[in-house]
Each structure stands twice: as C-alpha cells, then as structure tokens.
C-alpha cells in the first residue's frame, strides 16, 4: 500500500520546490514559497522514511537530531554580514552529502554503465565543490587570506589535476571493479577543488559562490540518475540551473566570461596597472557633507563591500530617515555584483530596515543620475569607476558601471586614496565635483546624521 | 522507453523549468534565493536515509550515510530558517499598502 503512496509523496514535494522558486519572484509571495518549499521536503522525507527498503531508524533519527542541532544555532545566531559564508558552508555540506552518498553506492553495487556515469559525476562534482566551498568560506571568513594566490603554471597545474580525475572516473565507468582507483578518484577531486579556489578573490566571490551553488545542485541531480530517483533529479536540476543563471548574471555584471573568472585570477593581473602620481583630491567634514547633503533634493546612495565591512548599514538607514523626513529623495543603487554574494548589500538594507522598493537596480537608475543632486559612494569602488567606460585598456574596461560620475556633486566615504580591490586608480575621486570624506563608514555617516540633527534643531 | 531516457527527459524538462522559473527573481532576492536553492538541496537527505536505513547496509556505508544525514539536515534545517529570518527583514515603507 504504501508503495503506491510514495511516488505521490514525491511528486507532491517536487511540485513544492518549484512553487517555492515561483514565489520568490516578489517579496510579497516569497514567504509563502518557504512554507511551500518546507512542506515539499516534509513530503520527501516522511515518503522515505515509509519506504520498505528503510529498517533501520536510529542512526538516521540520531543524524537528524544532531543536524538540526548544528543547523538551528546557525540559522538564529548568525548575523546578516555572515551570510556570504554561511552560503559556502551550505554548498560544502550539501555537495559532502551527495558525494558521500555516491562513494557508499560505489562500495555497496558497484554499478555499471550509466549509473556508473552518474555515480562517478555526482562524486566527483560533490567532493571538488565540498573542498572549493570550504575554501572560500575560509576565505569569506578571513581565516584564509582573500588575496587570489598565484605562481606560473598554475592553470596547467589546476587542468593537469582535473583532466586526471577525469580520466580516472571514465576508467572507473568503463572498469567500475578497479576498486583501487576509487580512492584515487576522490583524493584528485578534493584537491582540484582547493586548487580552483586558490586564486579567487574577493571580488570574484559573488560569482564562484553562485557556480559553486550550480554544481553542488547538478551533483544532486546525478545522485538522482545513480539511484533512479526523480524528486533528486527535478530538485537537483532547480538548484543547478540557479546558481548557473546566478553566475551567468554575475559574469554579466562584470563583463568577464566564466573562464576569465576561474582561471584569470583578478586581482593580480592587473598589478602591472600604470603607477599612478599623486593628484590632488577635495575632501571635506562631515559638516560639509551634512550642509550639502541637507540642500539636495534627490540622493543616490551607492553601498559597496565597504559597507558591509564597516557595518554602516544602520547609520546609513538613520541617515535615510532624517533625510527622508526633510523631503529629500534618497534611493539606494544596488550594483549586481557589490558585495561578496548576489543580493549582499539588499539583505543587510533590509537588515536595517530600509524599505525594499527604495533599493535600486542598476538599469534602472543610470539614467537619472545627470538629474540626482548627490551621489553618496559608501565603500564602493570599481563598480563606479568611469574607466570601465571610457578606458579601453582599464582591465575593467566593459564593466558595466553605476554612472555616479554623472551625479552634480559626488561624495565617497573611503578610509584612504588606496586603490579598491581590483589595483585601479579610480578617476572618479579626482573630479572636479567630487569630494572625499575620510574615514571609518559606519562612524562618518554617523557624525553626518549628527550634523544633519544640529542644523535641524538650529534653523 | 527505458527508465534512464526518462531520467534525462526529466532532467531537461526541469532544468528549462528552472531557468525560466529564476529569471523572474528580482535580484532584489538573490541572496534568499541562493539561500532557499541550499534549502532544496538539503534533498539529498533521501538518498542518504535510504542508503543509512537500508537492510543490508556495510558499516561502511552506514558510516558515510549517518555523515550525509547530517550534512544534509544542517542545509535542511539552516537553509529554510535563514531564508525565512531574511525575507522578514524586506519591508515596504510604513504606512504604504502593496
């Protein structure tokens, strides 16, 4: 009897999924697609728990309890700035799952044939993204240092690495009673995993968080092939083919391809940028920024990976408020790839409370910045550089850019002159209407809103 | 058809489904949405319940099926909580209806 329930259970939990990503179109709809989502998994799980083939309980009930243990601390006590790791902790625990599922299937049927192939994909993609995640939540955390990290020869290390573990796992798919190899297989697929982290920086994590999203779903969708499981298949493919069109959005938002991303190594390339002489910059107090901040009608707000650094998102909201009540339109730029994940810095806004429909989309403002009085760069830096535009041989010539430089007046909150992540000057500091506000974010915008109170309470 | 040109039918079906599905998130979610993707994932829980929970099990794959449950139950568990304690966070300005 209840073999005939299962498959529903199934079907029902995979319809579930994809009206949970449905949902997430809005966020008006998006927490009922958690709730849709969370009764889908419910379905699947339960539905597996009742197959016949499942007799033993108690290790899996003494897993579950220790993972909610793990799971409900992370998801309480973390903060919102985290997220980035917290996401490259994920794919690494999801994709150890389906690889580790894949080498017990290995040892128990040695299959063969297709579900060879399958087997050997989803352990190969579930061991090397476990150790890349790894990597870069080591990264993310600052435990490693974020620098990409490059020597000669590194790509033909890197594809000499792959290429093997390639070949191994087709000789295991044509030969699967070569057990030997097996381990083989997966010590090459751990290592190139490290290996392809190795010279990512920072800048380029929104990107490989979001590949490393898309292989550690395609290696769940193996898993389904390996043990004939639809549900695995249609979720596995749902969270591959996010993180692909995520990556491919991020790519995009950067005018770079795939393979400039995992094997250009930004960063260092550019170290042979031009030495730049020392120009003059304007700088100015925070009273200075308060005063003209105060006559401004329209601001733009362009938070960077500064921000979040800095944690100024609150102050920055304190000062959206005064601002706001004195009549004068403030609106946040989100560049696509600011930040250290897709959707970083619209997270930590909403975090402090700025309403969702102030938050916008590159597109969307460009082309009211000749009519935006203020343009306020907190912590952002390439992503605002005219020479992505106007300099052809910049190493970020193409990227599309948030165009401040055509605001009236531009304000940057930086610590220093130092150049931003990528190694380029950014000619944007040295305009005529620019002026530089030095110091620590958070505290800046504090002692603007401070002023911003003063000049209220005097006039 | 065999059940292995079904699987791939299936897999073609649902990764255009997911295509179209993910262009319409507004970047806005993004970050929830890589979130709740982690969440789904998490559904490699089945395959380790039942590779754990089998009859014949070998220590051996008792072992590296008790560690995917884990795994998966802190993405399971984690991945939902976080991308619900997000969404909360995003608000319309006071006062304005939707």
Redesign the interface.
Do not use: C, Q, W
């Given at each position: 009897m209840i073999e005939t329930v299962f498959p529903i259970l199934y079907i029902l939990a995979a319809a579930g999924f994809i009206l949970a990503i449905k949902w997430m179109n809005s966020p008006a709809t998006a927490r009922r697609g958690v709730v849709v989502g969370e009764l889908g998994m419910l379905l699947a799980v339960v539905g597996t728990l009742l197959r016949y083939e499942v007799v033993h309980y108690e290790w899996i009930l003494i897993a579950f309890f220790i993972g909610s243990a793990i799971g409900v601390p992370i998801a309480y006590i973390m903060p919102m700035t985290a997220v980035p790791q917290r996401t490259a902790f994920s794919h690494a625990c999801g994709a150890l799952a389906a690889a580790l599922i894949g080498t017990a299937e290995y040892y128990r049927h040695t299959p063969h044939g297709f579900v060879m192939a399958a087997l050997a994909l989803e352990t190969l993609l579930g061991f090397l993204t476990c150790t890349a995640s790894l990597m870069a939540f080591g990264k993310l955390q600052e435990i490693l240092p974020g620098r990409p990290f490059t020597y000669p020869g590194q790509n033909f290390v890197n594809l000499g690495v792959f290429g093997l573990a390639v070949a191994i796992g087709t000789t295991l798919v044509f030969s699967p009673e070569k057990t030997w190899l097996f381990p083989i297989f997966i010590v090459l697929s751990l290592v190139f995993g490290v290996l392809l982290i190795v010279p990512i920086g920072g800048a380029d994590m929104p990107t490989v968080i979001a590949l490393l999203n898309s292989y550690a779903g395609l290696s769940a969708s193996a898993m389904g092939f390996a043990l004939d499981n639809k549900l695995l298949i249609v979720a596995g493919a749902l969270d591959g083919s996010s993180g692909f069109i995520l990556s491919v959005i991020m790519c995009r938002a950067m005018n770079r391809s795939f393979t400039n991303v995992l094997f250009g190594a930004f960063g260092t390339i550019h170290s042979s940028v031009k030495e730049t002489t020392e120009r003059p910059v304007r700088s100015a107090s925070a009273e200075e920024a308060a005063e003209i901040l105060d006559a401004a009608r329209s601001v733009v707000i362009i938070p960077g990976y500064g921000m979040a650094v800095a944690q100024a998102q609150h102050k920055l909201r304190e000062m959206y408020d005064v601002l706001t009540r004195r009549g004068v339109d403030v609106r946040f730029a989100i560049h696509p790839v600011a930040g250290r994940m897709p959707g970083h810095m619209n997270v930590l806004l909403a975090e402090a409370d700025v309403p969702y429909d102030r938050l916008v989309e590159m597109d969307e403002i460009n082309g009211d910045f000749p009519r935006t009085d203020v343009a306020l760069v907190i912590g952002a830096n390439d992503v605002v550089n005219p020479a992505a535009q106007t300099d052809k041989t910049s190493p970020i010539a193409g990227m599309p850019i948030l165009r401040a430089h055509e605001a009236q007046t531009v304000m940057v909150i930086k610590r220093g002159m130092s150049p931003g992540f990528a190694g380029i000057s950014n000619d944007l500091y040295y305009m005529e209407k620019t002026l530089m506000l030095f110091g620590d974010a958070k505290s800046f915008v504090a002692s603007i809103v401070k002023e911003l109170g003063a000049t209220a309470a005097a006039g | 058809m065999n059940?292995?040109e079904?699987?791939v039918w299936?897999?073609m079906l649902?990764?255009?489904?997911?295509?179209e599905?993910?262009?319409?998130?507004?970047?806005?979610?993004?970050?929830?949405?890589?979130?709740?993707?982690?969440?789904?994932?998490?559904?490699?829980?089945?395959?380790?319940?039942?590779?754990?929970?089998?009859?014949?099990?070998?220590p051996?794959?008792?072992v590296?099926?008790?560690?995917?449950?884990?795994?998966?139950?802190?993405?399971?568990?984690?991945?939902?909580?976080?991308?619900?304690?997000?969404?909360?966070?995003?608000?319309?300005?006071?006062g304005?209806k939707?």
């Open positions: - | 059940k292995y079904i699987a299936v897999f649902a990764a255009f489904l997911g295509f599905l993910i262009r319409r998130v507004s970047p806005l979610l993004h970050t929830p949405l890589m979130s709740l993707t982690n969440a789904i994932s998490a559904i490699a829980v089945v395959g380790a319940i039942l590779i754990t929970g089998a009859k014949d099990a070998s051996l794959s008792k590296l099926g008790f560690i995917a449950v884990v795994a998966s139950t802190v993405n399971l568990v984690s991945g939902y909580l976080i991308t619900d304690r997000m969404l909360k966070m995003f608000k319309k300005r006071a304005e939707k």
